[in-house]
């Protein structure tokens, strides 16, 4: 009895983060509970919840993807770019660009999977090439001037709901569902649990590996598309350091950076922790160097953690 007191405590113990850091800064400065700052915090959870969860599939089978910051970026300026200079329409528009980050995400695929090229590597490479993309495209301006339609996708509402939200939540739900009802979810955990007894039975490992960076990509796409249609402007650094706040957001939430372990349900805390608390420093009035490294060591913390429950199951 004790015990499974004890695991359902670490298991909700995110939460208690999460409730702890809430009525903190909501004492900290009133303006944090008002409704309009509220608002702005769902609108920009939404955007970090949409993007971890093709990254919680990642780290699940032992990854990581660097290029998700790119991914973001690039998907702002095709769309964009598409939008007001070649004169397609907003759906179109759309398809095509989450069509390019599936790619994106299937080329991390081919470099890790088919060639043999480390996650880190791989995925570092094509942060570059595709962040210079975006440059060339854009040429290194913003493009701005978009169909009205398009801004109900970022900053519309259903009722009292944010869009973004509910594309979150819907997001959220798929991402749960693949995890948990899918055999590519079972997947999943059995190759970043044990790669090589995952092969031995039967699993297609390299399948998984491409199947698992094109959801990367697509996830990364949307919160892409998202950004682009709250900002209405495209700009060539929209992304830019974007990968960092979604590891962390995965890693607070309790997903093995060695793979294999790892809940969606956690994830989203882990998500508005990071929300809450870069909305509650800006409140605050804290500088972006000294925010850098409060995330920094929030990230430190989080792997730190999970190294020692790692070391202790083992002794």
């Not at 990581?64 to 973001?72: A, F, K, N, R």
């Amino acid at each position: 009895m004790k015990s499974t007191i004890i695991k359902i405590l670490k298991e909700k113990a995110i939460w208690m983060v999460f409730i702890i850091l809430f009525v903190a800064f909501s004492l900290a400065n009133p303006r944090f509970l008002s409704s309009s700052n509220l608002f702005t915090i769902a609108r920009q959870v939404s955007m970090l919840g949409i993007a971890s969860i093709g990254m919680t599939f990642v780290i699940l089978i032992s990854g990581i993807d660097l290029s998700t910051g790119s991914i973001i970026t690039f998907v702002n300026i095709v769309a964009a770019f598409l939008m007001v200079n070649m004169g397609f329409g907003m759906v179109t528009a759309i398809i095509l660009s989450l069509i390019l980050s599936i790619l994106v995400g299937v080329l991390n695929g081919c470099l890790i999977s088919t060639i043999g090229i480390p996650a880190i590597i791989a995925t570092f490479a094509t942060q570059i090439v595709f962040e210079g993309a975006s440059y060339l495209i854009s040429g290194g301006t913003p493009i701005y001037g978009f169909d009205e339609r398009f801004k109900v996708i970022g900053q519309g509402y259903l009722g009292p709901v944010p869009v973004p939200v509910i594309i979150m939540i819907v997001c959220f739900a798929i991402g749960s569902f693949i995890l948990n009802k899918s055999y590519f979810g079972r997947y999943f955990y059995a190759v970043g649990g044990n790669e090589e007894a995952s092969k031995l039975s039967g699993i297609r490992v390299g399948v998984t590996k491409y199947l698992v960076y094109a959801l990367s990509g697509l996830f990364a796409g949307l919160a892409g598309i998202v950004m682009l249609s709250r900002t209405n402007s495209a700009q060539p650094t929209a992304g830019l350091g974007y990968e960092f706040d979604v590891i962390t957001c995965v890693v607070l939430g309790g997903v093995s950076i060695t793979g294999g372990y790892g809940k969606m349900s956690n994830v989203i805390a882990g998500v508005l922790i990071i929300g809450i608390l870069t909305n509650g420093m800006v409140l605050m009035n804290v500088s972006t160097y000294m925010q850098m490294v409060v995330k920094g060591i929030v990230l430190v913390l989080a792997v730190g953690f999970d190294s020692l429950q790692k070391k202790r199951a083992l002794t």
